[in-house]
C-alpha cells in the first residue's frame, strides 16, 4: 500500500525512531509499503517515520526498481565505518521541490538486518554512501536541512513555512 509522505514540520521527522523487536508480519507488511511509496514517489531511499512509523527501518533502492537486486532493507542499522567526505545535491521525499550541496562520507558500511531477520553488511562508496547517510540521518531525527549551515537552513525552512501559510506544504 503507498502511504502518504510526512514533510517537514511533521514533529515524527524530528524524533528518533524506536529500535525493532522482532520481525512481526506487521513489519514485513510496513517494509513492503516503504518499498511500494519509495517506487511510486519515485525515490531512492526511504526511512519508516517518512511515512509516519518510529521505526529503525529504511529501504534504498538505487535502481528504483529496475534491478531486483538492487534493493536494500535494513531493521535496527548500525555504523561499522564512515571515511572522507563528497559534497553532492541532494534531496529528500519529505523535502519535495528542494536541493541543497551536502556534506556526506565518501564511503560508508552499515550493519543490520534483513527483512529475514538474517544480518546483513552493506558498503557504499558514493552515491549509495550518500544514500546510506542520509537515512540513517531520518532514523536519528535529521534531515538534510539539519545538516546545512545556518543561513542556507534558514532559507528553505523560511519557504517552506510561506508555502504551508499558503496551503501548499
Ligand atoms: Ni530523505
Redesign the pocket.
Known amino acids: 500500500m503507498i502511504r502518504p509522505i510526512l514533510r517537514l514540520g511533521d514533529t515524527l521527522l524530528q524524533s528518533p525512531a524506536e529500535p525493532v523487536g522482532t520481525i512481526t508480519p506487521d513489519i514485513e507488511r510496513l517494509i513492503d509499503d516503504m518499498v511500494e511509496t519509495m517506487y511510486a514517489a519515485p525515490g531512492i ?1 526511504l ?1 519508516a517515520p ?1 511515512i509516519g512509523v518510529s521505526k529503525r527501518i529504511f529501504v534504498i533502492d538505487l535502481s528504483v526498481g529496475r534491478d531486483l537486486k538492487a534493493l536494500i532493507t535494513m531493521i535496527n542499522p548500525e555504523w561499522v565505518e564512515r571515511e572522507g567526505m563528497q559534497l553532492e545535491e541532494e534531496g ?3 523535502l519535495p521541490g528542494f536541493n541543497a550541496t551536502v556534506p556526506r562520507p565518501a564511503r560508508a558500511v552499515v550493519r543490520g538486518l534483513d527483512r529475514h531477520g538474517e544480518e546483513h553488511t552493506v558498503e557504499g562508496t558514493g552515491l549509495l554512501a550518500r544514500a546510506l547517510q ?1 537515512e540513517m540521518d ?1 532514523l536519528d531525527g535529521r ?2 536541512v539539519d545538516r546545512l549551515r545556518g543561513i542556507k537552513r534558514d532559507l528553505i525552512v523560511r519557504k517552506v513555512r510561506k508555502l504551508a501559510r499558503a496551503g501548499k506544504w
Open positions: 531511499g526511512a517518512q529528500c521525499l519529505s542520509h531520518h534531515l538534510f
